[in-house]
């Protein structure tokens, strides 16, 4: 057995990076897959490497082994290596290089067109699945499964980041790789060696006692939580060589004005297209 | 540093395993972070003991290390240990003893209300809220943050099981945990040591040539695929003593009826009416 990459912070520096702050939460057991999950971050740079023989089918055997609502199963992924393809999706992801720069580029599928398969060749109408919550299980899914691929490929010193922008125009994804209808991308995953640059520090999050609520929702200590995680994030954003910028300023950035959404807002008309009447 | 709760099987134990027969991928690298991630079951009876001080700290920080879609960080957590509470959220889930039974139990919150607070005391208008892609974001936020501390829970000798029955009646889940606006419970996590007669055999996913596709979505081998996995299934439940039957079976009764989905096809007008209008 291949033995981890070691990450060598201890459990007070690992948190201490996390929160971005002396201010760790109490933790309690560690271990070396905990190190590993603190350890995440996003990379945006890859070298041209590639990963050993079998990596893309230990990962996706690592996807299949999380938990899926009922068995259903109703997520899929396509590896994509055609040039042609790559170049697509790094256009509709406006642009992002490292999906064509990565050895590894998945695009992780709601898929419940195996069950409309299933119901046809079984001569049954499954009643349940035009509805809402028959997408979101399938969008569940595919996150559950493609959040176990990126902890074992973090576990092997591969890096990774998700793309969100594929939802920018998820039909020209779905003619791009031929997607029946009933299925949908979801978001991309490039996986590949970190190209030395491109690896910044751990990103700071919001503190627990922000995200973390105890028998009932309680935000009153929340805007006092955001001011302190406003200057960590400025100072992290400082060093890590982008625009300073405050967590405030970032999400309004990112949320506030239609032209962010950068066509997202289409999202719902067009996952309809595809075969999901989301009733 | 603890060690890791060892996993004993090799590489292709575990794979066999995985998907219940020897007939398995050409897996690559392997290590103990990836045994954990194969080894995983659902386990829904729990003993009573307590895991360590600081287990529930470790968890949501191994949660707030997954990966969020532009840092916006659009979950949060409960964790629930009032027994009355627990007790509804039982009853909304189908009568799963197993909520009120483990040490840990969890609800996963889809949130956007924080930016909601943040665009007010701004006196910013954030456009981009309304959208179903807001709402798909903060699904999959949680759905990345909740598997991370699911893996953390099993690197632990923990046993874990989501509870997506909640969203059952996900407006009775926010009136019993205090939910603002914006804020809606997509599943819960049941954390805790199973209890002996409660863990069963690694269950078996369809083989990998069936959800993994190559730079085009091609299902022209599922029949065949499907009618294996059948029997696969159809023994492992005999095995694992539930009634004997296949996939095809389970998946027909789990989606084939309106009744089978427990008030779940009202899910959109509930989810809009938490504060999401889902354009």
Same mark, same amino acid.
């Given at each position: 057995m291949d033995s981890l990459t070691p990450v060598t912070l201890s459990k007070t520096e690992a948190l201490a990076a996390r929160y971005g702050t002396?201010?760790?939460?109490?933790?309690g057991p560690w271990n070396p897959i905990i190190a590993s999950l603190l350890d995440h971050r996003s990379v945006r740079g890859y070298r041209p490497d590639a990963p050993p023989e079998g990596t893309l089918e230990t990962l996706v055997a690592a996807a299949s082994s999380a938990a899926t609502s009922s068995n259903l199963q109703t997520w899929s992924v396509i590896s994509v290596r055609d040039p042609a393809k790559l170049a697509v999706l790094a256009e509709i992801a406006g642009g992002q290089k490292h999906i064509q720069q990565c050895p590894i580029f998945l695009v992780w599928l709601a898929d419940v067109s195996r069950n409309e398969r299933l119901g046809q060749d079984e001569g049954t109408v499954l009643e349940g699945m035009p509805y809402l919550e028959t997408f979101l299980v399938a969008a569940i899914d595919a996150a559950l499964a493609s959040q176990n691929a990126v902890v074992a490929a973090e576990s092997l010193g591969l890096s990774t980041v998700y793309i969100? !922008?594929?939802?920018?125009?998820v039909v020209r994804v779905a003619e791009t790789l031929g997607l029946p209808p009933g299925?949908?991308?979801v978001f991309g995953l490039c996986v590949g060696?970190?190209?030395?640059?491109?690896?910044?520090?751990?990103k700071p999050r919001l503190p627990q006692a922000t995200v973390l609520h105890h028998d009932t929702y309680d935000h009153g200590a929340e805007p006092a939580q955001r001011a302190a995680y406003d200057v960590l994030m400025n100072d992290f954003s400082r060093r890590n060589e982008m625009a300073a910028d405050t967590w405030t300023a970032r999400v309004i950035n990112r949320i506030?004005?239609?032209? !962010?959404l950068r066509g997202r807002d289409r999202l719902s008309a067009a996952i309809r297209s595809l075969g999901f009447p989301l009733r």
């Open positions: 002396a201010e760790i939460p109490p933790a969100g !922008a594929l939802r920018n125009d299925v949908v991308g060696y970190a190209a030395d640059a491109a690896k910044a520090e751990v506030g004005t239609m032209k !962010a």
